[in-house]
């Protein structure tokens, strides 16, 4: 289910207690994605942002989201038996930028309209 959420392989999360979280702009909107998850996400530009279990006092937000992702590493691979396959070999897969095969003048269309990851 998390991988059709998301729209990818995998949701790397951090678990945190739900009320020492505060978001810094607004607040999310809800989608209960079954009768014991629900998860929040940006109204205005649909980012996915975290996921609960409906009740619960924990909170697991979305690494991605924050301004420093790399700063909280996965510690747990949490529903294994749904990786993908290919997953196992992404490793190994020839590697380039974003800068590498795009042209310039289409990098300038492709500054975010998101919220800023600095404010």
């Given at each position: 289910m998390c991988q059709k959420a998301v729209g990818a392989p995998f949701w790397a999360l951090a678990e945190t207690d739900a009320a020492s979280f505060a978001w810094t702009r607004g607040e999310p909107a809800w989608f209960r994605s079954s009768e014991a998850v629900e998860r929040g996400f940006c109204a205005r530009c649909g980012t996915s942002l975290h996921f609960r279990y409906v009740g619960a006092d924990r909170l697991d937000v979305a690494l991605a989201s924050l301004d420093h992702p790399e700063a909280i590493a996965p510690e747990q691979e949490?529903?294994?038996?749904?990786?993908?396959a290919w997953l196992e070999r992404i490793g190994s897969l020839?590697?380039?930028?974003?800068e590498a095969t795009t042209p310039a003048a289409a990098l300038k269309t492709y500054a975010s309209r998101q919220h800023p990851d600095h404010d």
């Open positions: 949490f529903g294994c038996e749904s990786r993908i020839p590697r380039s930028t974003t």
